[in-house]
């Protein structure tokens, strides 16, 4: 048990306890298991650290409705009651993931969303197929950055394949890094916007955040670490399966593609729309799709993505089909 002791200055205490004290008596009969006791001009509560917080900051709104009003009802008093429960409803319902640089906070947006993020907390591997601009890669960091937050996991490893799109990496300047770094950029991108450019920078020096090639995971074992493996249709067969074992104990792995936008050669086959066929039904692993509809970029994207569809002019198929990514995670 706990005590706080409240002592009231300035105020007219039968203005602001009420009749008989019957204003401190409402609060009381609102926390059963705490001791509230009015006497003179202080206020003493003992109970719970957790009750005793919210009983000080209803007892303090209190205070501040009579400085501005000069005087406190029973009716008053029922209202902030009420707020706080609200408050506390509210709290158990909030699906925030954390909070981004900005102060804003990062949740998921849509049904499939949430989807993706029940799944990862039921599933040590989830593979997440979507179109662009649904939240794959956006929601699969937050979730990573989440588990670092919260101590669950001791590093984040965040990987691509690299696949050129339509231009050669050879003819671009700088070192392999600075060659492939073009390609990681949405990463970096929504890691700026949920941590701390410094902090961020400590990460990476530390190897507390590893973003880097799909081809420097082959040879490892990641454990204790979140693991997200982003443009997995542009992944062969071996690259896939090498990637997926890689892993470690208490490891959480999220593989996000996209089989519209293969850049493959055109003979190679997707190692994740194989994987998808191979792996669908196997216990452990969670499938989420997500849709146009999920789209939570410029409105024009949704629309641009259902003409596409439409009009039938993916590369998804390649000769190939894959079904496991309709499965309830």
């Known amino acids: ?139 699969s960091v ?46 970096y991108d929504a890691l700026h916007e949920m941590i701390p450019g410094e902090k961020l920078k400590f990460y990476q020096e530390n190897g507390i955040i590893e973003i880097a090639p799909l081809a420097y995971m082959r040879g490892r074992t990641l454990q204790n670490a979140y693991i997200l493996l982003d443009e997995a249709q542009n992944t062969t067969p071996m690259q896939l399966k090498m990637f997926l074992t890689r892993m470690g104990p208490n490891s959480k792995v999220i593989v996000t593609g996209d089989v519209s936008q293969i850049d493959l050669p055109s003979r190679q086959k997707s190692g994740l729309i194989e994987a998808l066929n191979i792996l669908a039904g196997v216990e452990g692993i969670g499938f989420v799709q997500l849709e146009g509809s999920d789209v939570v970029r410029h409105r024009l994207v949704r629309k641009i993505i259902d003409a596409y569809d439409k009009a039938d002019v993916g590369e998804s198929g390649r000769g190939n089909s894959y079904g496991a990514s309709k499965t309830g995670s």
């Open 1 to 139: 048990m706990v005590e706080k002791v409240i002592t009231l200055e300035n105020i007219s205490l039968p203005d602001f306890l009420g009749v008989e004290n019957k204003n401190i008596q409402e609060v009381a009969a609102a926390f059963p298991k705490s001791k509230i006791v009015s006497r003179g001009n202080e206020i003493r509560i003992r109970g719970s650290a957790p009750e005793i917080l919210k009983i000080n900051d209803i007892l303090n709104s209190l205070l501040q409705h009579y400085h501005r009003y000069g005087k406190v009802t029973t009716d008053n008093v029922q209202t902030y009651l009420q707020q706080e429960e609200q408050t506390v409803l509210d709290n158990a319902n909030d699906q925030t993931l954390l909070y981004g640089t900005g102060g804003f906070g990062i949740k998921p947006k849509t049904p499939n969303q949430q989807k993706l993020v029940d799944a990862v907390i039921n599933n040590d591997l989830v593979f997440v197929i979507g179109p662009a601009g649904t939240g794959k890669t956006y929601v």
């Open 142 to 187: 937050a979730l990573a950055v989440k588990a670092l937050k919260n101590k669950q996991v001791k590093k984040i490893i965040i990987t691509r394949p690299a696949v050129e799109a339509g231009e050669s990496l050879g003819f671009l300047p700088g070192d392999l890094k600075e060659k492939i770094d073009p390609y990681l950029r949405p990463i």
